[in-house]
């Protein structure tokens, strides 16, 4: 079985391939092709995945390639992580919105308008060709904005399209381990978008235990989501949100903290990438070594700005995988027909009431070999389906304005973004954002 990895150079990309080491089922995959568009980068994740494979018995062949159409030909499963424009395009996501005074992050907010305004095109174009060469394929999104990406996509391929994140279910599992209860005996009830979404309920033994942790502020201290929103608003709201939702619930102190520190995301992630490549480069015999070390600097770091300030990340979410995890637990499903459920972003149809059916969502599914079903979920009321509907909303602008190259759309979708507080301040991030980053002043040029 071949998957193919779009942004084969990616640093991300060892996660994946050391969780298929581990996969000994007789239909698993034995061959792991790596598409990139940066030859230095492609050979750097090259050389470490091949010292990961040293002492595993038949691990998963590597190819490496520059060309597309060979990347993906013969594919069963494609894996999207691109990054159009690279960390410098993410930098400038950052800082245009944050010299303006509004929130910049990659994915929330106009930053990530940005981000998929110049990557919609790209990512439609290889989904052309995926339809062309490997119709068959399951294309797995973890390119950012994931949901506006995953829904680009489907408009060329259909529901062979489904987003991923690790959110949600690291939302459930810390929540699940603070009531000491196992998290693979747990059902969530979550709704939302791609990092816009709230746990509502927990069912342990038939019965909804949720209640137990939202009432309990010392239990809630100990998970992050409870020191970051605090017992008090979690309360009000009766759900426990998405990390994310912080941008939301808290945008001035966001905005304050990021600006405040020496660095933005962005901007900290570009100089260790430039460190992480440039020092395998040199000694390409230590590259597991050096991008160990990078990976853990990595993810300690994550969403720093959101924590207090001498606050560390909880080990256990350090230790506990990621999105390779949900990645091949997707794979297994669908491949082997090992029916399960996961939390997935697809296509709403009827699943959230008050959202299009075309729309792409982030609920739990049950997922076979025929693919994923949107479970049904409880309705929405009030400001989280207003919320849900004016991003969903925003995204639609965005990937129109991208396809139809129409800057008055464009406009439009960071006008209405609920962390734009202006229509002149859309038009004047909008500039920004062509000034800045060439990809987006291609796209209306």
């Known amino acids: 079985m071949q998957l193919t990895i779009l942004g084969g150079g990616g640093f991300r990309v060892p996660l994946v391939y050391g969780a298929l080491l581990t996969d000994r089922h007789e239909h698993r995959v034995d061959?792991?092709?790596?598409?990139?568009?940066?030859?230095g980068r492609l050979h750097a994740i090259a050389r470490v995945l091949q010292e990961m494979?040293?002492?595993?018995?038949?691990?998963?062949?590597?190819?490496?390639?520059?060309?597309?159409?060979?990347?993906?030909?013969?594919?069963?499963?494609?894996?999207?992580?691109?990054?159009?424009?690279?960390?410098?395009?993410?930098?400038c996501d950052e800082r245009v919105a944050l010299d303006f005074?509004?929130?910049?992050?990659?994915?929330?907010?106009?930053?990530?308008?940005?981000?998929?305004?110049?990557?919609?095109?790209?990512?439609?174009?290889?989904?052309?060709?995926?339809?062309?060469?490997?119709?068959?394929?399951?294309?797995?999104?973890?390119?950012?904005?994931?949901?506006?990406?995953?829904q680009a996509m489907q408009q060329v391929l259909g529901e062979r399209v489904v987003g991923i994140c690790d959110s949600p279910i690291g939302l459930g599992r810390r929540a699940a381990r603070a009531l000491e209860l196992d998290p693979d005996r747990t059902a969530l009830d979550y709704v939302g978008l791609n990092h816009l979404g709230w746990l509502r309920g927990l069912r342990h033994d038939g019965r909804d235990v949720l209640p137990e942790l939202l009432g309990d502020a010392a239990l809630l201290e100990g998970i992050e989501e409870g020191r970051l929103f605090g017992a008090d608003w979690i309360a009000t709201i009766a759900a426990l949100p998405n990390e994310y939702l912080y941008y939301y619930y808290f945008t001035r102190e966001a905005i304050a903290r990021i600006r405040g520190s020496a660095q933005t995301r962005g901007e900290f992630l570009l100089d260790q990438q430039e460190a992480f490549y440039a020092a395998v480069a040199a000694d390409p015999d230590s590259a597991l070594a050096i991008w160990r070390r990078t990976r853990a600097e990595r993810d300690a770091t994550y969403m720093k700005e959101a924590r207090a300030l001498d606050e560390a990340r909880d080990a256990v979410d350090l230790e506990g995988g990621g999105y390779e995890g949900v990645a091949l637990a997707l794979m297994a499903a669908i491949a082997r027909g090992e029916r399960t459920a996961m939390i997935l972003n697809v296509r709403n149809g009827a699943a959230v009431q008050g959202l299009p059916a075309e729309a792409v969502v982030?609920?739990?599914?049950?997922?076979?070999?025929?693919?994923?079903?949107?479970?049904?979920?409880?309705?929405?009321?009030?400001?989280?389906?207003?919320?849900?509907?004016?991003?969903?909303?925003?995204?639609?602008?965005?990937?129109?304005?991208?396809?139809?190259?129409?800057?008055?759309?464009?406009?439009?979708?960071f006008a209405l973004h609920p962390l734009v507080d202006s229509v002149d301040t859309a038009r004047v991030l909008l500039a920004g954002y062509r000034e800045r980053i060439p990809q987006v002043d291609a796209l209306f040029a």
Not at 31 to 39: A, G, I
Not at 114 to 133: D, F, K, S
Request: aromatic fraction near 4%.
């Open 101 to 150: 005074g509004v929130l910049g992050q990659e994915t929330t907010g106009p930053g990530g308008l940005a981000y998929g305004l110049r990557t919609v095109p790209v990512a439609r174009h290889i989904a052309g060709r995926i339809a062309e060469l490997a119709p068959h394929a399951w294309v797995i999104n973890f390119t950012n904005p994931a949901g506006l990406i995953t």
């Open 53 to 91: 494979a040293a002492g595993f018995e038949a691990p998963p062949r590597v190819r490496t390639t520059l060309d597309l159409d060979d990347a993906v030909t013969g594919a069963e499963f494609v894996f999207s992580a691109i990054r159009v424009g690279g960390l410098q395009g993410r930098t």
């Open 31 to 39: 061959e792991v092709v790596l598409y990139d568009t940066d030859p």
């Open 362 to 413: 982030e609920v739990p599914c049950a997922v076979d070999g025929a693919g994923p079903t949107p479970l049904a979920t409880r309705p929405l009321e009030g400001h989280m389906l207003g919320l849900l509907q004016q991003v969903k909303h925003v995204e639609v602008l965005t990937i129109r304005a991208a396809t139809e190259r129409d800057a008055r759309v464009a406009v439009e979708a």
